[in-house]
T-cell receptor, first 113, second 114 residues
Framework: AQSVSQHNHHVILSEAASLELGCNYS??????LFWYVQYPGQHLQLLLKYFSGDPLVKGIKGFEAEFIKSKFSFNLRKPSVQWSDTAEYFC???????????FGPGTRLSVLP | DAGVIQSPRHEVTEMGQEVTLRCKPI?????LFWYRQTMMRGLELLIY????????DSGMPEDRFSAKMPNASFSTLKIQPSEPRDSAVYFC????????????FGQGTRLTVV
């Protein structure tokens, strides 16, 4: 069965610090990969997605992620975080023949002003 | 399209009562998912449908939970009888394999069972 792990449960950063959130998945076939963000009290919204092509994917709000197939990883990065990035971040995977989205446990990001 | 629409947004009910949560997916999407989110357990997939047919309900916690999708534009998640430990935010999401989209989430229903 597919599974997704996220390296950190809670990350605390100061504004302007760089961010990297780890995500690893276990699945032997071809996958589609996603990062979602959930702001406090809101629903999950898509940050970025990878289906094929360039493994470096750029998303909204300055976020990017890199798919490294050999490492089964899809880490999320942002060079300089803002207080408004405080939220929970979820990595998700689905096999590209189907749509049973599997989400990681989430990483809570707190950005200190 | 208005996105995935869930109702009600908030529900407070007494233990033992029946609760029905509703979801209208995005038109044309052939997958529908029900998730439950709590502080303790995070985001859990309860069940998902493809073309109105339940594909995987292994995440449904127990027989008190049931889900239906009578047509492509409507799904319900029912809890009968409800218990305090069912208190959570329930999200519905939909997606389309044909156009290979991400899952689009509704605003969620915050359920409180007292």
């Amino acid at each position: 069965a597919q599974s997704v792990s996220q390296h950190n449960h809670h990350v605390i950063l100061s504004e302007a610090a760089s961010l990297e959130l780890g995500c690893n998945y276990s699945y032997g076939g071809t996958v589609n990969l996603f990062w979602y963000v959930q702001y406090p009290g809101q629903h999950l919204q898509l940050l970025l997605k990878y289906f094929s092509g360039d493994p470096l994917v750029k998303g909204i709000k300055g976020f990017e992620a890199e798919f490294i197939k050999s490492k089964f990883s899809f880490n999320l990065r942002k060079p300089s975080v803002q207080w408004s990035d405080t939220a929970e971040y979820f990595c998700a995977v689905t096999p590209n023949y189907g749509q049973n989205f599997v989400f990681g446990p989430g990483t809570r990001l707190s950005v200190l002003p | 399209d208005a996105g995935v629409i869930q109702s009600p947004r908030h529900e407070v009910t007494e233990m033992g009562q029946e609760v029905t949560l509703r979801c209208k997916p995005i038109s044309g999407h052939d997958y529908l998912f029900w998730y439950r989110q709590t502080m303790m357990r995070g985001l859990e997939l309860l069940i998902y449908f493809n073309n109105n047919v339940p594909i995987d309900d292994s995440g449904m916690p127990e027989d008190r939970f049931s889900a239906k999708m009578p047509n492509a534009s409507f799904s319900t998640l029912k809890i009968q009888p409800s218990e305090p430990r069912d208190s959570a935010v329930y999200f519905c999401a939909s997606s389309s394999l044909a156009v290979n989209t991400e899952a689009f989430f509704g605003q969620g229903t915050r359920l409180t069972v007292v």
